[in-house]
């Protein structure tokens, strides 16, 4: 069985995945994190603006504000001193270039891509796959030919979650997860269909 990889797989306007422009890693991450915070905030009375603490209670209540966007930091590896799938490449930015890219402006889009980053299949509800903006990137080049080209790359970046309005509400809405099954449909079609998969 083939090691599975992490891919990065920007989306076009509508959410489908654009395959032509995957990223596949080179060398899967040793470890990524995920991070989230819910929205809680101490519950005031009506009229009540001051910071006075209430005496009767060890904590004042609390109110739930809303959920916050998650966020993935992975760290990728580049290495092109020796032979990629079989070529011989003399500049590990030819590699690096394209997840660079991600922190662009698209003309088409008018912003920088949104992406989906798969590793492998995981169960519903897991980490992945992330949908998601890049938002912040460092490139650490370690490696240099004798023509100080680099050879090596170790990349940080993070991403933040992007809920595609219609995506998030397809899954979270009863409503629009009813399906009228039409001639021809299968399950697998109906799968790919609505969670592009």
């Keep these: 069985m083939a090691l599975a990889k992490l891919e990065i797989t920007p989306l076009d306007q509508r959410g489908n995945r654009l395959l032509r422009k995957r990223l596949v890693a080179q060398f899967n991450p040793d470890a990524y994190s995920i991070s989230k915070t819910v929205g809680w905030s101490d519950l005031r009375s009506e009229g009540d603006d001051t910071n006075t603490p209430n005496r009767r209670l060890n904590a004042p209540p ?6 916050h966007r998650r966020s993935l930091t992975l760290n990728l590896f580049f290495d092109v001193t020796e032979p990629v799938k079989g070529k011989r490449i003399k500049d590990v ?4 270039n394209p997840v660079a890219a991600l922190a662009r402006i698209e003309r088409t889009l008018g912003h920088p891509p949104i992406v989906r980053i798969a590793w492998g299949h995981a169960p ?8 998601g903006v890049l938002t912040s990137l460092t490139q650490n080049f370690t490696l240099f030919s004798e023509s100080g080209k680099p ?6 970046a993070t991403f933040v979650e992007f809920l595609i309005p219609e995506l998030d509400q397809r899954l979270t809405d009863p409503e629009l997860t009813t399906r009228a099954v039409r001639r021809g449909d299968s399950l697998a079609s109906i799968a790919a269909e609505v969670y592009q998969d």
């Design 62 to 67: 609390l109110d739930f504000d809303g959920g």
């Design 124 to 131: 519903h509800g897991s980490d992945f796959p992330f949908i």
């Design 151 to 156: 050879l090596r790359a170790d990349l940080s």
């Design 93 to 96: 930015r030819k590699l690096t």
